[in-house]
């Protein structure tokens, strides 16, 4: 099972807003709707922001909003916030009870 | 509100067993989640391990099924990583996560902890 595929980076300023794809496989994510995004801050716990393509677990904000296309998913913050640079990581759903991660992204605000 | 710690070695021999533990704050480790582990080697991106059911059966991603164990102590509220035959390609920063398989997700993490694998 290969690696989900995220750009290395991606930049953007306060207030504007930014995507960051994941490109996987007929095998994972386009096969399932169990696409999540993780928030990672130097030092701390990842942080899950989206799971099931677009669904907000409590207390992220509606900034944050996840989609599927294809093999393809996306990550998009709005309004971009200095606490949003962060390292953004996406995860699918493999079958036979595999998860796959993706490469990761480095958000700069 | 629930917390993950994880412990041990920060150092381990090529060709020895790395072990790390998991400990479990704010919930009890038999209720109805799943438990899991994840690394990221240096400069690379996430990789599941493996995860261990309620139910006690368990899962690993392919490429280290032959050399991984994860099992969960209940009298102590936690789970552990065992990794065998470990080369310079398992150092790495290694977490432990609550898995959510209503769901598809990792909803809960520790904040990790390293291990470097040197003579």
């Known amino acids: 099972q290969s690696a989900l595929t995220q750009p290395p980076s991606a930049s953007e300023s306060p207030g504007q807003s930014v995507t960051i794809s994941c490109t996987g496989t007929s095998s994972d994510i386009g096969a399932y709707n169990y696409v999540s995004w993780y928030q990672k801050h130097p030092g701390k716990a990842p942080k899950l922001m989206i799971y099931?393509?677009?669904k907000r677990p409590s207390g992220v904000p509606d900034r944050f909003s996840g989609s599927k296309s294809g093999n393809t998913a996306s990550l998009t913050v709005s309004g971009l916030q200095a606490e949003d640079e962060a390292d953004y990581y996406c995860?699918?759903?493999?079958?036979?009870?595999?998860?796959?991660f993706g490469t990761g992204t480095k958000v700069t605000v | 509100q629930v917390q993950l710690q994880e412990s041990g070695p920060g150092l381990v021999k090529p060709s020895e067993t790395l072990s790390l533990t998991c400990s479990v704050s704010d919930y009890s480790i038999t209720s109805r989640y799943n438990w899991a582990w994840i690394r990221q080697p240096p400069g690379k991106g996430l990789e599941w391990i493996g995860t261990i059911y309620h139910s006690g059966g368990t899962h690993y991603t392919p490429s280290l099924k032959s050399r991984v164990t994860i099992s969960v102590d209940t009298s102590s509220n936690q789970f552990s990583l065992k990794l065998s035959s470990v080369t310079a390609a398992d150092t790495a920063l290694y977490y432990c996560?609550?898995?959510?398989?209503?769901?598809?997700?990792?909803?809960?993490w520790g904040k990790g902890t390293t291990v470097t694998v040197s003579s």
């Open positions: 995860s699918s759903y493999a079958g036979t009870n595999i998860y796959v």
């Open positions: 099931e393509v677009n």
């Open positions: 996560a609550r898995d959510d398989r209503y769901n598809y997700n990792m909803d809960v």
